[in-house]
């Protein structure tokens, strides 16, 4: 069998010798005759996957002490709920902050207002999201319980490259689609939350970094089961959580550890993205979909200038093991999402076959 190169924005490819090993692994976990995914989230096994995939993490993102991982159900858009009740009466005047940058940043602002006086901080929607907007810190007010960003906009392919200092306001990132893509300073944030579908494993889940001080604060309305503080004071095991994802997240962070951490993986990132932002930007024959300085490393989004030979483009794309490269419906052309997984001969496919299909079509 042959893996196709897998472009899809998520669930999206994982490491294949990940996939080996949860197969191997499947019906025989450590030679106890059945599978992980069949015994108890209390059993010493479940146990030492869950404490691993918290070492591990804590290790590669060099996560602070004060700090806790959490793997909270619903994937990342439950976040978009959690936040708010969460983080949203540490103050009186229940304000928060939101930056608009895309579909995802948008949705997660709606549902917060539903729990308190939500304000759009900053927004580049007049700019169809080519570009994160400037962003006024000094505009906020002293009594904003949080500010929300969301740091890759998986959709139109941009990202934050550095962070707002946010000072006592507490920043909290959606980074579901490029959690470990890149060094950060996690001290810079109060939250940090990621569905595992792009970088951390199967859908479903979201695991969440969170600054211990600003746990406690949930509204009373919230179900134990999205309030923070329980799965920080029960280990994330309040009830059964998903095992499965849990033990393929830990395989995930062993994968990136022996490919030599984040360091080498944002070295790999940067020139993956390289080989096909340098087609795009030496050609008239596709068009960059966002401004160059706030491009992403993990979703390359991208027009034909003339857009009648994008089935063609897709179809042949396909024909050579290029899978799930259209853009998303809400913008059309085409999307490469090279995750963490995604190997360099898979971007030097795609590069080729761009090139290639310039010449034949041009
Ligand atoms: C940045 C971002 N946030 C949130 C989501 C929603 O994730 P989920 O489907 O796990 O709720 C996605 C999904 O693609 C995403 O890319």
């Not at 992980?36 to 479940?46: T, V």
């Not at 033990?247 to 790999?268: I, N, S, T």
Request: glycine share 6%; hydrophobic share 40%; charged share 20%.
């Amino acid at each position: 069998m042959t893996r196709v190169f897998n472009f899809g924005a998520g669930p999206a490819m994982l490491p294949t010798a990940v996939m080996e090993i949860a197969q191997r692994e499947f019906l025989n976990y450590r030679d106890m005759g059945t599978g992980l995914i069949e015994i108890s989230h209390r059993s010493k096994e479940f146990e030492d996957v869950i404490n691993s995939a918290d070492s591990l993490l804590a290790e590669l993102a060099n996560i602070p002490d004060n700090y806790k991982i959490l793997y909270v159900h619903g994937g990342a858009q439950m976040q978009f709920s959690a936040i708010p009740m969460n983080l949203i009466n540490r103050n009186p005047a229940k304000k928060a902050a939101y930056v608009e940058t895309g579909n995802f940043a948008g949705l997660a602002r709606k549902e917060a207002s539903r729990y308190g006086n939500v304000t759009v901080a900053a927004s580049s929607e007049n700019t169809d999201f080519d570009r994160i907007p400037e962003f006024d810190v000094a505009s906020l007010d002293a009594d904003t319980s949080y500010v929300h960003i969301t740091s890759n906009n998986t959709i139109y392919g941009t990202r934050w490259q550095q962070f707002p200092d946010t000072g006592d306001i507490p920043l909290v990132a959606d980074m579901t689609s490029e959690l470990l893509s890149r060094r950060l300073d996690i001290s810079q944030f109060g939250v940090i939350y990621a569905g595992l579908q792009k970088n951390l494993g199967p859908a479903g889940l979201a695991c969440v970094i969170v600054r211990e001080d600003l746990l406690g604060h949930a509204t009373p309305e919230t179900p134990s089961l999205l309030n923070y503080k329980t799965y920080a004071d029960k280990h994330s095991l309040a009830n059964t959580n998903n095992t499965f994802a849990i033990y393929m997240m830990k395989l995930v962070l062993e994968w990136l550890k022996g490919e030599g951490g984040l360091d080498a993986m944002e070295a790999r990132n940067d020139e993956k993205s390289a080989l096909l932002y340098d087609v795009i930007d030496n050609s008239d024959f596709y068009l960059a979909a966002v401004q160059k300085e706030h491009r992403s490393t993990m979703n390359v989004t991208f027009n034909l200038a003339n857009n009648d030979l994008l089935n063609d483009f897709l179809e042949q794309a396909l024909a050579k093991g290029l899978y799930a490269l259209k853009g998303h419906r809400n913008v059309g052309g085409i999307r490469a999402s090279i995750y963490n997984a995604m190997p360099r001969e898979g971007c030097v496919a795609l590069a080729e076959f761009m090139q290639e299909f310039e010449k034949n079509n041009a």
